[in-house]
C-alpha cells in the first residue's frame, strides 16, 4: 500500500483533504510536518466542522487532532486491542524518527469479525415498494430490491451491513412484484424479517403508517436502493444525543461548473466572470434515523415522501438534523450509470 496517498499537509483546504478522503476510502489522514507525524484527520473531525457551518477553505489545521494515537513496530500486536479501546478504524505506524511508515486499518487485520456486537432492538425499515422505473428494463422482470451488485442483491447487502453492527429486525415495506421479495427470503436466522404489503403505492415515507404500531423510539429507514458504508451504531448514539426527531445521513458532494460562469449587473453588463466554480452541497442519502412520534404527520394511506415528511416536521418546529459523511462512503443503484459505479467501487 501506498502510505503517502494518506498525506496532506498542515495548510491544505479543507475541501480538498474532503476529495482526498474520497479518492482513498478510509476515512482517514494524516497530516505531516516536517516529514513526521503532526496530525490525524478522519470524516468525524470533518462532520464536526460541517455541522457547526464553518468555512471549508480553511486549512486542515484547524480541525486536525494534533495528539493522535499511533504505534512503533515493536507494538505491532497490540494494534487490535488498540484499535478496539480507542475506538478507531486506523492507526498510524511510525518509525523511532517519527515518519509514518504504514497505517494498520481494523477491517484489514480483522476483516470477518468487524463490529461483531451483541444484537440490538432498534429496527430497520427499508422501503422496497417501489417499480424501480429508472431501471427498466431490468425492472420489468426483477424487483428492484432484488437486482444484484456482484452476486448478491442490492437490499441483502444493506441487510448484510446492518447485521454486522447487530442490527437485526427488519421491516421491508412491498408493493410490486412482492412474492419475487418474499419468495427469496425464506429461512435466514440472523434476522427477523417483517413483510408490510401496501395496497398501492404509498411514496418514501407513506408506508410507514402501515407499521407505525409495530415500532417504539428511535429506528433507521433506509431507501433499497443506496449503501452507506459508516458505523450504524455511531449515527443512532449522535441521533439519540443531539434529540433529533429525524436525522438525514448526508454526503457532500463537489460539482465543477465546466464553463466560465458569468454574472451581469443591473445593465447587463458582465460584473465577474468566474473561470469552472466548484460547488459544495450536502445532499440527502437516501438513509435516516426517525422518531416513532413523528409518523403522526404522515396521512393515511395517501402517497407520501420523505421531503414531505421533513418540511411538516420543520414547519412544526421538530428536531430535524443532519450526520454527514464522505461522499466515497454512499453508493446508490437508481440509475444504470450510477449502479455501473456501485460495481466498480465495491470492485466486484
Same mark, same amino acid.
Given at each position: 500500500?501506498?502510505?503517502?496517498?494518506?498525506f496532506?499537509?498542515?495548510?491544505l483546504? !479543507?475541501? &480538498?483533504?474532503?476529495?482526498?478522503? /474520497?479518492?482513498t476510502?478510509?476515512k482517514? #489522514?494524516?497530516?505531516?510536518?516536517d *516529514?513526521? @507525524?503532526a496530525?490525524?484527520?478522519t470524516?468525524?473531525?470533518i462532520?464536526r466542522?460541517?455541522?457547526?457551518?464553518?468555512d471549508?477553505?480553511?486549512?486542515?489545521?484547524?480541525?486536525?487532532n494534533?495528539?493522535?494515537?499511533?504505534?512503533?513496530?515493536?507494538?505491532y500486536?497490540?494494534?487490535l486491542?488498540?484499535?478496539?479501546?480507542k475506538?478507531?478504524?486506523?492507526?498510524?505506524? !511510525?518509525? &523511532?524518527?517519527?515518519?509514518?511508515? /504504514?497505517?494498520?486499518?481494523w477491517?484489514? #487485520?480483522q476483516?470477518d469479525?468487524? *463490529?461483531? @456486537?451483541?444484537?440490538?432492538k432498534?429496527?430497520?425499515?427499508?422501503m422496497?415498494?417501489?417499480?424501480g422505473?429508472?431501471?427498466?428494463?431490468?425492472?420489468?422482470?426483477?424487483p428492484?430490491?432484488?437486482?444484484?451488485i456482484?452476486d448478491?442483491?442490492i437490499?441483502?447487502?444493506i441487510?448484510?451491513?446492518?447485521?454486522?453492527y447487530?442490527?437485526?429486525?427488519f421491516?421491508?415495506?412491498?408493493n410490486?412484484?412482492?412474492?419475487?421479495?418474499?419468495?427469496y427470503?425464506?429461512?435466514?436466522?440472523?434476522?427477523?424479517?417483517h413483510?408490510?404489503?401496501?395496497?398501492?403505492?404509498l411514496?418514501t415515507?407513506?408506508?410507514?403508517?402501515?407499521?407505525?404500531?409495530q415500532?417504539?423510539?428511535s429506528f433507521?429507514?433506509?431507501?433499497?436502493?443506496?449503501?452507506?458504508?459508516m458505523?450504524?451504531?455511531?449515527?443512532?448514539?449522535?441521533?439519540?444525543k443531539s434529540k433529533?426527531?429525524?436525522?438525514?445521513v448526508?454526503?457532500?458532494?463537489?460539482y465543477?461548473i465546466?464553463?466560465?460562469?458569468?454574472?451581469?449587473?443591473e445593465?447587463g453588463?458582465?460584473?465577474?466572470?468566474?473561470?469552472?466554480?466548484?460547488?459544495e452541497f450536502?445532499v440527502?442519502?437516501?438513509?435516516?434515523v426517525l422518531?416513532q412520534?413523528?409518523?403522526?404527520?404522515?396521512?393515511e394511506?395517501?402517497?407520501f415522501?420523505?421531503?414531505?415528511l421533513?418540511?411538516?416536521c420543520?414547519?412544526?418546529e421538530?428536531k430535524v438534523?443532519?450526520?454527514?459523511v464522505?461522499?466515497s462512503?454512499w453508493?446508490?443503484?437508481?440509475?444504470?450509470?450510477?449502479m455501473?459505479?456501485?460495481?466498480?467501487?465495491?470492485?466486484?
Open positions: 500500500m501506498n502510505v503517502e496517498k494518506f496532506v499537509g498542515p495548510d483546504p !479543507i475541501k &480538498d483533504a474532503i476529495r482526498q478522503l /474520497d479518492e476510502a478510509k482517514i #489522514l494524516l497530516v505531516i510536518h *516529514n513526521k @507525524l496530525g490525524v484527520i470524516d468525524g473531525d462532520r466542522w460541517i455541522l457547526k457551518n464553518k471549508l477553505s480553511m486549512p486542515v489545521r484547524h480541525i486536525m494534533p495528539s493522535p494515537i499511533f504505534i512503533k513496530k515493536s507494538q500486536s497490540d494494534a486491542k488498540i484499535m478496539r479501546e475506538q478507531i478504524e486506523g492507526l498510524p505506524l !511510525i518509525n &523511532d524518527s517519527g515518519q509514518v511508515i /504504514d497505517i494498520l486499518f477491517n484489514e #487485520l476483516p469479525k468487524k *463490529n461483531t @456486537l451483541r444484537k440490538k432498534t429496527p430497520v425499515v427499508i422496497a415498494g417501489g417499480k422505473s429508472r431501471l427498466y428494463p431490468y425492472t420489468k422482470i426483477i428492484k430490491p432484488l437486482i444484484p456482484g448478491t442483491p437490499v441483502e447487502r441487510m448484510n451491513q446492518m447485521i454486522s447487530g442490527f437485526t429486525e421491516y421491508f415495506t412491498v410490486y412484484r412482492k412474492e419475487l421479495i418474499k419468495a427470503f425464506n429461512g435466514d436466522h440472523r434476522y427477523h424479517l413483510f408490510v404489503e401496501e395496497t398501492r403505492p411514496g415515507a407513506g408506508a410507514l403508517t402501515l407499521v407505525k404500531d415500532l417504539a423510539g433507521f429507514l433506509s431507501n433499497c436502493d443506496i449503501l452507506v458504508d458505523n450504524y451504531t455511531k449515527l443512532l448514539q449522535y441521533h439519540k433529533n426527531q429525524i436525522t438525514v448526508t454526503a457532500m458532494k463537489n465543477e465546466p464553463y466560465g460562469v458569468i454574472s451581469l449587473d445593465n453588463c458582465i460584473q465577474s466572470l468566474n473561470e469552472k466554480p466548484n460547488y450536502l440527502s442519502t437516501g438513509f435516516y422518531e412520534n413523528i409518523l403522526k404527520y404522515i396521512p394511506d395517501s402517497p415522501d420523505m421531503p414531505d421533513i418540511r411538516l420543520m414547519k412544526n421538530e438534523g443532519a450526520y454527514p464522505m461522499d462512503t453508493l446508490d443503484m437508481g440509475e444504470f450509470s450510477e455501473k459505479k456501485m460495481t466498480e467501487k465495491m470492485k466486484l
